[in-house]
């Protein structure tokens, strides 16, 4: 079954690390990745910019409107993503548990929907 992890933080925190505790962060990170390619599960995954450059778009009848920025204000946004094909939700559970960013923040562990 394929899921999604999608990482939530906050994205001051990261700022707030020295580059010490950047590149240990980012060691961790590599450090998930294998884990996951040693299993077979890693499907992909991405870092994200800040919500700051996002965009929204909404479409009312036939216009079309973007703001900038994130859609919601919270506290904690979307940083990353891995998309994962494992077993069942038990072993999603277990490599969302693995993601450095689970200690300080949220991940949400969402079913790939197969429409095939």
């Known amino acids: 079954m394929k ?11 990261w700022d707030a690390l020295s580059d010490d505790e950047r590149e240990a962060e980012y060691r961790r990170y590599s450090e ?3 884990w996951l390619r040693e299993r077979g599960w890693n499907l ?7 919500s700051s450059s996002a965009t929204c ?21 979307l940083g990353g993503f891995y998309l994962i094909e494992c077993e069942n939700l038990d072993q999603a559970i277990e490599a969302a548990a693995r993601i450095p960013a689970a200690s300080r923040g949220t991940i ?9």
């Open 3 to 13: 899921y999604a992890l999608l990482i939530y933080g906050e994205e001051g925190s």
């Open 32 to 34: 998930f990745g294998d």
């Open 44 to 50: 992909g995954g991405e870092e994200l910019a800040s």
């Open 57 to 77: 778009v909404r479409v009312e009848g036939s216009r079309t409107e973007s703001t900038d920025g994130p859609y919601a204000e919270t506290k904690e946004q």
């Open 108 to 116: 949400e562990v969402r079913p790939i929907v197969d429409h095939g």
